[in-house]
Structure formats: C-alpha cells, structure tokens
C-alpha cells in the first residue's frame, strides 16, 4: 500500500528507489523509439548517484523499462562516484547511427558551492553506442575534459548538453555541423556557463565562457529574480531568430524555494566581446513555478523542442522511506515562441522580447507536449457538474474563460475530502496577477509540505484565459495560456480525499469552456502495479563491465557496415 499510495501512474518515474535529473533523452529514427535517462540511485531512496536508468518508447506515452545505460566505475577510476547528468548527441558516421553519452565523470565527493572545490572531482566523459541504445561503451581515452577553467576557485563544473548552434557557428564563421558543449559552472561568486567546441565529438576546446554573472545580481532592473550562486543543467537553443538558454539555479540559504533552487530561461542575442561569444540577455522567465528543476530538451520525431523536468518529493522524509521510491519526471512540454502585437502587452514585461521595427514583442511558449493527447481516454466531459461528481486521483482538465473583466478569480479543487477537510486549491486570481497552488490543507496530518507553489501571471489585452491542469495522484502540473507552468506535489492524508469541485465566484459558467478526462492512462502496462522490491533491477544485472573504445577513427570504423 505504502508503495502504490502517493505514485503517480501515467509519468516516467523509475520502478524503484531515488530518481531525479532527467539526463539523455533521444528519438532514435531507425528504431523509430525514444530513449530517456535519468539519473538513478537503485536501493535507496536517499538523493545519491549510481546509474543512468534508461527506459523506451514510441510514443512518449507508455514506456518499456530498460537495463541501466551506464553506473559507476571501478574504485580508482575517473567515474568511479558518480555518472552525473549529460545529454546524448544523436550523428550518422558512414551512414551508420552513433549515440555519444556525454556525462560528468566523478571521483570525489561531496560537491556543492558552499564547499571547497576538490581537485580534480568532476570531469567530462562519454559512452557510445552502434545498437541504438541497446549497449553502451566507454572511450579508452576518457575523460574528455579533466579540469574546469576555474580551477580551485570552481563552485561546480558539470551537466554537459552537446548541440549544434547554428547562430553560434555563423557568428563565428566556422562550420554550421560544428558541435559545441555547455557546461553549467560557478566559480566564488559568480555563477558561469562555459562553452567548448568540437569537430568530431571527441577533441575539445574551450570557446568561451558564454554567460558569466554576479552571484545575487538583478537578472534585469525591471526583475524581481537574481542569479544565484551557481549553474546547473544548462542548455541552448534557438527560434525563429532569438537565441535562448534554459539554466538551473542553485541559491544561497535566504532562499524560500524548495531546496534553495529554481529553473530559468533566458533569450537574447549571441555578441563577439573581446573576441569571445557572450550571450546578451534581452528576456527572461521561469520555466517553472513550482518544484520542477534540472531542465532537459530534446526534438521528436516532428522536430518539435520538448522540454523534461524532474519533479522532488515534497513529502516528510520518513514518508519517502517508507514508500521505496521517490522522484518522478514532468511530462514533456513543447517550447516554441510566442508573437503579439507590442501594444497588448502593459505588465511582466521582464517576459517580453520588444521588436521595436516590427511593432511585436515575443516571449517563449510552454504547452504539453502534443503526444499526451495518448494519455486520455476518447471520451471526455464538457460538464462542470461531472468534474463536482469525480472521484478519484488522475484527471486532466481543460476550460477557457471568455468576456472576462481582469478582477475574477477562478480555483479548482483537487484530492479533496468531506466538508473540504482537506483539499489542494489551484488558484488563478486575475487581480493580483498570481496562479497558485494553496497546499495549506492538503494534508491533515502534514506528511508533505503546506507552502505554496505560486507565480506572478498576466494576461495581455483582449486575451481570455485558457488553463490546463494534469493531476497524478501526488503530481499536479497546471499551465495558462501556453506560457506559464507551475509543478507541485501533494500528500493527503485521508483516504477519502478523491474528491474534487471548483468556485468560480459570481463569474457565469456560460462563459466557460470546460472539458474533461478521468482516468489517464497508465505509462508502464508491463510494470507489475503492486511491485515493491528494491531489487528488480539488482546491481549484478544492472552491472556493465563497457568495453572500452579506443580513438575515433575506432568509432568510425565501428558504425560502418562490416
């Protein structure tokens, strides 16, 4: 019961034990699947590091489970801690498909900005596969890159995302299928990005440090964010013609954030400044009002821009034991750009990309992914008064609301008990410019945490508000207007919080488009629903001894037919 009690069962979550960084996710085109990694502990449920867990699909739906991509090498090697976070970089050498997973390779402990930096702790690593996923090998030559250019002033060097950057390339005049590695850094007080480049994914070399900012600085003088004293889980891309990077940011102890950290996104412009590419900033936002963190992006197989997230527990530690797992991934969002007119927009300008020539101002769009239409049921209701009657822990909901004034606010009531004794409220209040998720009496008996997730929210002139909110058992992900998303974790206490119903105030319901879904699929039908062994990936299976590959002519040589 303890197990199955608070898990959500239509996101990716691993089957067992700790999980958090979402870290490789990939369509492979020949196999016509996704791969996705994460970073995985098996055998506990303590935050801590042993493997890229790895599972399949091909839908982004359902997923199958896999044998771990890689763990932890032998005692004196270079990975010997940690396989930390990375990405994997999809190439055809010889018309033969070739998966490099980049990591970082660890091998000292603890590591974290408030401490000294140990010498050679972190370094950066790869494994390759031919067989679409289905092995992976260490380079003989590993680590790519030993040392942070920071040296012992370092706060963290690590999470590289491997991509092409074409603005990037013809900023710099190089080749356009250059490869370039960013890696998320800090050193004592400033908090960093480091960019290298590559021509065969092997040798590398320093380009630049591509954003270098003060610890605690204004992120604009019109924001109320600042940067942080560290950078994790960085990447970049780009739309239409603006330039974008997606960070994680660690805080000082002031912070009232869960865990002292949140997730940015910046768009702006690539510049040479004393010959070196920075990256100017223009805009900025959340990618994410509420717990999710350690962004990941990836394409599909439409070439769309998904974006993953991991999504902690909230819950009391003794609960998380308890249950024999813990973490689970976002679904995947689409980031795209969004376009209106300059005039419409009059508040959170922070947001907002001017184009002064063309008269329109942009800012970056976050929606589910289009493939998690998958997850519902054909049938749905367009009845307020069928969402008043649902009971249960897994529903989605839809509604837009139309010929509003601007002073309303609207809330939906999920996990909700008799006589509301508990309940999570999901709050939109127009006037005050705020979305959130009132978790002060979601539990009773306090087995997760009470504070709100919250964000500022404004709509722009004419515009009606059009919501979206997924509930997973403990998981809640709500979205307004294609442009903000807040992610949040409940524990009810009470069995009979399957409730739910909603208060729109003296708005009328005529003006309100609703629809919705019960029961959204389950993401793993092969998994036993009732399993609850830490051991069903135990670490003999799990284990790899990797062949070692050797230059890169090898790997070439390895993707060509024989």
Request: proline fraction near 5%.
């Amino acid at each position: 019961m303890a197990f199955n009690r608070f898990r959500p069962t239509s996101h990716f979550i691993a089957p067992h034990s700790w999980s958090n960084d979402p870290c490789g996710a990939v369509y492979v085109p020949e196999t016509g699947e996704y791969l996705f990694c994460y970073q995985w502990n098996p055998g506990t449920t303590e935050g801590g590091n042993c493997a890229w867990g790895m599972a399949r699909s091909k839908d982004l739906v359902t997923w199958e489970d896999c044998p771990p991509a890689i763990r932890n090498g032998i005692t004196t090697s270079y990975d010997s801690l940690g396989v930390f976070s990375g990405s994997i970089a999809s190439r055809l050498i010889q018309d033969k498909r070739v998966l490099f997973l980049f990591y970082t390779s660890v091998s000292a402990v603890p590591i974290h900005w408030s401490i000294d930096y140990i010498e050679g702790c972190e370094s950066q690593s790869v494994a390759v596969s031919t067989d679409f996923g289905n092995s992976w090998h260490r380079y003989e030559n590993n680590p790519l890159l030993r040392a942070p250019p920071k040296q012992a002033a370092t706060t963290g060097w690590r999470d590289p995302f491997v991509s092409r950057w074409k603005s990037l390339s013809i900023l710099l005049g190089i080749d356009p299928s250059t490869d370039y590695m960013m890696i998320a850094s800090g050193e004592r007080g400033r908090s960093q990005l480091h960019l290298y480049q590559s021509n065969d994914l092997l040798d590398w070399k320093l380009v630049s440090s591509i954003l270098d900012v003060e610890a605690g600085s204004r992120i604009s003088p019109v924001a109320y964010l600042r940067f942080g004293m560290n950078f994790e889980c960085a990447s970049f891309f780009s739309i239409n013609q603006r330039d974008y990077i997606i960070v994680g940011v660690e805080e000082d102890v002031t912070s009232k954030r869960h865990n002292q950290r949140y997730t940015l996104w910046l768009c702006g412009t690539l510049v040479i400044e004393a010959g070196c590419p920075k990256f100017e900033i223009s805009s900025h936002g959340l990618l994410d009002h509420g717990v999710l963190y350690a962004p990941h992006i990836f394409r599909d197989s439409e070439d769309r821009l998904l974006q993953l997230g991991w999504a902690d527990e909230t819950a009391q530690p003794y609960m998380v034991r308890k249950q024999g797992w813990a973490g689970c991934l976002t679904q995947p969002r689409e980031l795209y750009e969004i376009s209106r007119p300059a005039i419409d927009v009059v508040k959170t300008q922070h947001i907002w990309n001017l184009d002064e020539q063309g008269g329109n101002v942009t800012t970056l769009g976050i929606r589910p992914a289009p493939q998690l239409r998958g997850l519902r049921d054909a049938k749905h209701s367009t009845s307020l008064s069928s969402f008043r009657k649902f009971q249960g822990t897994n529903c989605d909901v839809e509604a837009t609301f139309k010929h509003i004034l601007g002073n309303e606010k609207f809330a939906f009531n999920f996990r909700e008990a008799p006589d509301s004794v508990e309940v999570t409220k999901v709050i939109f209040d127009l006037e005050d410019g705020q979305i959130t998720v009132d978790r002060s009496r979601s539990s009773v008996q306090n087995l997760g945490a009470n504070f709100p997730d919250s964000g500022q929210f404004c709509l722009v002139l004419g515009e009606d508000l059009k919501i979206r909110i997924s509930m997973d058992n403990s998981i809640l992900e709500v979205y307004a207007n294609d442009r903000f998303a807040i992610t949040s974790r409940v524990y009810p206490s009470l069995e009979s919080s399957v409730g739910a119903s909603y208060d729109f105030g003296a708005f009328s319901e005529k003006n309100v488009e609703f629809k919705f879904w019960e029961g959204i699929k389950n993401a793993w039908p092969g998994r036993d629903a009732n399993e609850n062994s830490l051991e069903l990936f135990s670490l003999a299976e799990a284990k790899d001894l990797m062949p070692n590959l050797g230059s890169s002519n090898f790997m070439i040589q390895a993707a060509m037919p024989a």
